[in-house]
């Protein structure tokens, strides 16, 4: 239950308290994690590799595969109307224009935007009407910088290798902590993703979204998408699990937040209310009903994915949306730990096979 505190032996001869902090998604505390000598040696190698600014761009690829796709405006205009009443309100639009471009919309942006193409004569917010022209006017609106209000992450990264020479005892116990910890097995943990060190700046945010996405059979995992020779026009990075360090103290802000946490029931629609959209860490992070504050050597672990029913990864949990709060004094680094596992087991098994080879 929240608030349970389990002592769990992650060190020989030291036991951790691993605090449950939500049932949805499956969140827990880990106080000391690290040491205060492994946080400095993690940042200190992401400052010798030299981290760059965080870009949310669409790729290439991604790009190809959404021109391949034949869908015509009124399928979009079908997608963006929630409620398929024939209108567009002013949280629809928001909603469905999170998009991969680094862009984030506001609803003083989707105002303007209402305006521009003078869709929204009685100024209530709805649309309308010739609903292919709108659509039209989005998209081409879209395309255009002027419109964005902000970057959807305003971070410096690095991914840090843990096959650094420099490091093996520590890369080692390290792992060895977090497969006590999420008790899966050293193939998957081991042959996971770099750990990515990020540093957020005063004025830095990360606004909320998930680590994975849903898993179609039209969708590959990034980790097992070569090796199991099989094409996809979309990958999704297939991030089981989550877990965060905090590797310093934050002067001000810079907590990380679950907007939906434990809710009952999940609603997109429901994320935004009366112009305050729960995703904003610049503006509503209070908002949000769960917030853990950073501390030098805590993790954070958590499931972005629910069970399959049959012990294996099922759907993408909705609850796990998250983000970073605004760092209103000082600087928060954090270092990510993802640990990748591919939906389908077969895909999962040739990829360890293969690895293992």
Known sequence: QVGHTQRVELVPGRAHAVRTLSLKPLLFEIPDFLTEEECKLIVHLAKLKGLQKSQILPTEDYEEAMEMIEISQMDIFNLLDHNQDGQL???EVLTHTRLGNGR???PENIREMYTAVKADPDGNGNRAGIQQYWVCCLSELLSQPVVCAGQLRAVHCMLVSETCASLPSSRKRKQQRVMRLTRLPPEIVEHSEPLQVVRYDQGGHYHAHMDSGPVFPETACSHTKLV???????????????????????TGGGETVFPIADNRTYEEMSLIQNDIDLRDTRKNCDKGNLRVKPQQGTAVFWYNYLSDGEGWVGELDDFALHGGCLVTQGTKWIANNWINVDPNRRRQQQFQQEMER
């Open 104 to 106: 984030w919309m506001t």
């Open 89 to 91: 309100q002013l949280k």
């Open 228 to 250: 199991a020779n099989e094409s996809a026009p979309f990958e999704t990075s297939c991030r089981y699990v989550t877990v965060l360090f905090y590797l310093n103290n934050v």
